[in-house]
């Protein structure tokens, strides 16, 4: 009796130092609030155009006297490089490869959304907005989502007016087609390319000023530090860069006023992705470690209509475009065996009749069907391959199948509509997917987390600005197909255009800096040892071996369904590979030179720790939203549970120095406009 007394007096002191614990937690955790997001007082459809009537602007003359250096030639990057230009700034523009229109972003397939309602199907930039903040399982702000919408007509206007090749009917409209998550089509394309079409669009704008001698573009070079220097009040800004240049190995300080950095997302985190393969991190953690936030690191999305992995030896997964499933089905046998037989390689998909197919998603989700949003049909996929459903000798592939679009199409049509995509799936596949049904699997695809920024689309860093893919804004927990190419090109054609303004009008004052100060040296000094002290290792690993041991840790513990325990886990075994990776990376050849090995090296390092920050993230959200499946959160019918009373807020991290735990800090998302509710998709 007494024992038991005691233990009942025990637990409630542990209860008691618990909720200490959490309300200590709580009280020293910093939040964000909207005035320090530089949120615009008014209604939702007007605070843009608030902002944009009061905002400062920069004069011609002093334009001329200000540098911006713009670091990415994506959509993003080259969007602003060339609006900036155009502008009358001077840009230093950098990337990676040997020329700007080859970024990652030349990859985008499917589409740009817009809301012009060219179909008359109800269509309207609220309905835009709605469905972007609904995609995004309401973990996006407001302000900034209702903002794309408003833009996105401009964007296509914008990409007409350089001669972008948009499909077009018969009537000479632009054409459109729907991707998930939408029931109106609002998707501009081109073909199977429309990234490639867009980005030279964008690259003809650069160009002109490339010729103008307005934009100076640093091709081959990758930026490996930021440099900060502080202003008469001890404010630290952002002053240059310290870049590597990649053919000559020699390392580089350069100078502006200010530094828009549009590097990407982080997908490569997980080796195997849809990525382009140079598509990394690094930048982000550079501002990262230099004080910006990084916001929401755990919302990865998983793309469900990739070519299934086929061997140990891939380096790269390929992407089978979203508008694909406009007019593919998506299904898996209904009966068990007729799996297994699949799997064994002794029947072929199409000799699978009708009845004994399973149209899951259309089963599952009536209203949307096979255009559910991403993580919904990637989770889906998952869940019948994890029942044993699964096709592929693998078991872990689901078919699209356009049987019934050729029928009701003709072939042609749909070789007209999705051709390039067919004959790249039958190079890779070795099968023809107007004969047979193709197979897909989710695969790491898109990072919705990045570096936070205020409405401004600057970061905590006072003169660091970042656009695009790599900072945190507009797609919640999930973003919507056809939704990254309008955010990257709103940010640079029509967003930071006016927003950088308002920090350089208090700029025009600042003369050029010399890059031999001091915090230039500091900075190239600590550049130069990293790489040294890589290149002094001589281990006997390959980067990619640890990398893809990383990848492997990232999809078994921080992928499609994670835990407590498996995040747990896999935070440890993130630290032994750090550990492996800094006693035992080999790198050939020096550091004076043209090597490859290096450049992955130094972006490895920084995988290794988004990679950690993502498994902390997602230890810390106990609750399911968007592409974030903790499975300890869901409904009976296996859909994911938000907590909204306990996590409405962008989770961002501030960093605390090497090797220390990073610090929460919480933007709360006071829903004003919109009402919550748990996303449906059935009806
Ligand atoms: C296969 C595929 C298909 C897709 N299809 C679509 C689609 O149909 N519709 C859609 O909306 N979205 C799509 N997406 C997503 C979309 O393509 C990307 O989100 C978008 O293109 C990212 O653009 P970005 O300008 O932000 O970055 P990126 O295009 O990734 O460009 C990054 C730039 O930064 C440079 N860079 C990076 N780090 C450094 C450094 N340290 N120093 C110097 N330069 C650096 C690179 O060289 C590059 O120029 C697709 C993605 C994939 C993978």
């Not at 948009?166 to 998930?180: K, M, P």
């Not at 281990?539 to 992928?559: N, P």
Request: some cysteine.
């Amino acid at each position: 009796m007494a024992a038991k007394a005691a233990e009942a007096v025990l637990d409630v002191a542990e209860a008691v130092v618990e909720q200490a614990a959490e309300a200590v937690k709580e009280a020293v955790t910093p939040i964000i609030t909207p005035q320090d997001a530089k949120i615009p007082e008014g209604p939702l459809e007007l605070k843009w155009t608030n902002y944009k009537n009061h905002q400062k602007l920069v004069n011609p003359a002093n334009k001329r006297r200000l540098d911006v250096i713009v670091v990415g030639t994506g959509l993003a990057g080259a969007s602003a490089a060339a609006s900036l230009a155009e502008m009358g700034f001077n840009v230093l523009n950098f990337c990676i490869q040997d020329s700007p229109r080859r970024a990652h972003s030349i990859a985008a397939q499917g589409g740009i959304n817009a809301a012009k309602n060219y179909q008359n199907d109800g269509d309207s930039v609220y309905r835009l907005y709605y469905d972007t903040i609904k995609g995004g399982d309401y973990r996006a702000r407001e302000a900034n989502v209702y903002r794309l919408a408003e833009v996105s007509n401009s964007i296509i206007d914008q990409c007409v007016a350089q001669g972008v090749p948009f499909a077009r009917e018969y009537g000479g409209l632009l054409d459109n087609r729907s991707f998930g998550g939408a029931q109106v089509s609002r998707t501009f394309y081109a073909k199977g390319q429309t990234g490639q079409q867009l980005l030279l669009g964008a690259y003809s704008a650069l160009s002109r000023q490339i010729g103008k001698g307005k934009v100076k573009m640093y091709t081959r070079y990758e930026m490996l530090d930021i440099v900060l220097i502080a202003d008469e009040n001890g404010e630290k800004r952002a002053r240059g860069i310290i870049a590597r240049n990649l053919v000559t190995g020699r390392i580089e300080r350069f100078f502006a006023h200010a530094v828009v950095v549009g590097s990407g997302g982080y997908g490569n985190t997980f080796f195997l992705s849809t990525n382009a393969m140079a598509s990394n991190g690094s930048a982000a953690m550079q501002m990262y470690r230099h004080g910006a936030l990084f916001a929401n690191p755990c919302y990865a999305q998983i793309h469900p209509t990739c070519i299934p992995k086929h061997g140990d030896f891939q380096s790269k997964l390929t992407l089978m475009s979203e508008s694909l499933r406009n007019d593919g089905r998506i299904w898996v046998p209904k009966k068990l065996e007729d799996a297994k037989r699949l799997q064994a390689g002794e029947i072929k998909g199409r000799d699978i009749p009708e009845e004994d197919r399973d149209y899951y998603l259309e089963r599952r989700y009536p209203a949307f069907g096979n255009l559910v949003p991403r993580d919904v049909a990637s989770r889906a996929a998952k869940e019948r391959c994890d029942k044993g459903y699964g096709v592929n000798n693998t078991g872990l592939a689901v078919f699209l199948d356009f049987s019934d679009a050729i029928q009701r199409l003709g072939k042609d049509v749909v070789a007209q509509k999705y051709g390039n995509l067919f004959q790249m799936y039958e190079k890779i596949v070795d099968e023809d997917p107007y004969e047979n049904p193709m197979m897909i699997f989710p695969a790491i695809h898109y990072t919705m987390g990045g570096i936070w920024v205020d409405y401004e689309l600057q970061t905590t860093v006072k003169g660091l600005f970042c656009i695009g893919e790599a900072n945190f804004s507009d797609h919640g927990a999930n973003r919507l197909g056809a939704s990254a190419l309008m955010q990257g090109l709103a940010d640079g054609y029509f967003v930071l255009p006016y927003t950088i303004q308002n920090y350089l009008s208090d700029q025009i004052g600042v003369p050029r800096m010399s890059t031999d100060l001091p915090e230039f040296a500091a900075a190239e000094k600590a550049v130069q040892d990293k790489i040294d002290r890589l290149m002094a290792i001589q281990g006997k690993r390959s980067v990619d071996s640890i990398h893809k041991e990383l990848g492997l840790v990232m999809w078994d513990f921080v992928g499609m369904g994670r835990t407590a325990e498996g995040l747990k886990e896999g935070i440890k075994k993130i630290d032994a590979i750090k550990k492996e990776f800094w006693t035992n990376v080999y790198i050939p050849g020096d550091a004076n030179h043209l090597n490859n090995e290096l450049e992955k090296a130094l972006r490895l390092a920084d995988f290794i720790e988004i990679g950690r920050l993502m498994a902390v993230d997602a230890l810390h959200r106990e609750e399911s939203c968007g592409g974030h499946f903790r499975e300890e959160f869901q409904t009976p019918e296996g859909e994911a549970l938000r907590q909204d009373d306990k996590f409405s807020y962008v989770g961002c991290w501030k960093y605390m120095g090497e090797d220390k735990e990073p610090m929460l800090v919480k933007e709360p998302l006071d829903y004003e406009f919109t009402e919550r509710k748990t996303r449906n998709y059935k009806n």
